[in-house]
T-cell receptor
């Protein structure tokens, strides 16, 4: 059972435009959500997170939106830059379970210059 | 350097051999996690430690897998009698947990150990 799903395997965006990456989850007990970025041959790098008590969190070019009723979150990158090209993973956790992360399968983002 | 380190970065072994990986977390972090990632998938949780205590093991972790974190510092993950299905990237992450009221602290990942079983 996939508790966290990223339904778009890849996304291609022009430099300077907005990138929107989507993620859906099924477990209503998740209380923290995160986005990680991964380059080949490296471990995931933390980007931004959001608690279940919020609906938006912003950090520079990155904004994460959480819609609890729809069990959906999204990551907006504005403006997109070629260096943003990477695999983006959505992850969720529950405090009660040691904050182990449940990951989606990832979305490959390509930003074209 | 204060990041998470993993050794070796790559390991090629023959089916049936035993392998051991090491993870050195960020020094002040009390939690250490192991994940496994296969091609086209996100990382999957294997096990985690709070200090030296192993608090949870995923059902993905068969009896051939064992993990330790002596003295609550570095951790080792051993796979006995490796199988071709064990081929994957093994990721280690660490974080600081201070209780729910202190908030959530992100997990920092190491570069991973890529295991290939021939």
């Amino acid at each position: 059972d996939q508790q966290v799903k990223q339904n778009s395997p890849s996304l291609s965006v022009q430099e300077g435009r907005i990138s929107i990456l989507n993620c859906d989850y099924t477990n209503s007990m998740f209380d923290y959500f995160l986005w990680y970025k991964k380059y080949p041959a490296e471990g995931p790098t933390f980007l931004i997170s959001i608690s279940s008590i919020k609906d938006k969190n912003e950090d520079g070019r990155f904004t994460v939106f959480l819609n609890k009723s729809a069990k959906h979150l999204s990551l907006h990158i504005v403006p997109s830059q070629p260096g943003d090209s990477a695999v983006y993973f959505c992850a969720a956790s529950e405090w009660e379970y040691g904050n182990k992360l449940v990951f989606g399968a990832g979305t490959i983002l390509r930003v074209k210059s | 350097d204060t990041g998470v380190s993993q050794n070796p970065r790559h390991k090629i072994t023959k089916r049936g051999q035993n392998v051991t990986f090491r993870c050195d977390p960020i020094s002040e972090h009390n939690r250490l996690y192991w994940y496994r990632q296969t091609l086209g998938q996100g990382p999957e949780f294997l096990t985690y430690f709070q200090n030296e205590a192993q608090l949870e093991k995923s059902r993905l972790l068969s009896d051939r897998f064992s993990a330790e974190r002596p003295k609550g510092s570095f951790s080792t993950l051993e796979i006995q009698r490796t199988e071709q299905g064990d081929s994957a990237m093994y990721l280690c992450a660490s974080s600081l947990a201070q209780g729910r009221l202190a908030g959530w602290f992100e997990q920092f990942f190491g570069p991973g150990t890529r295991l290939t079983v021939l």
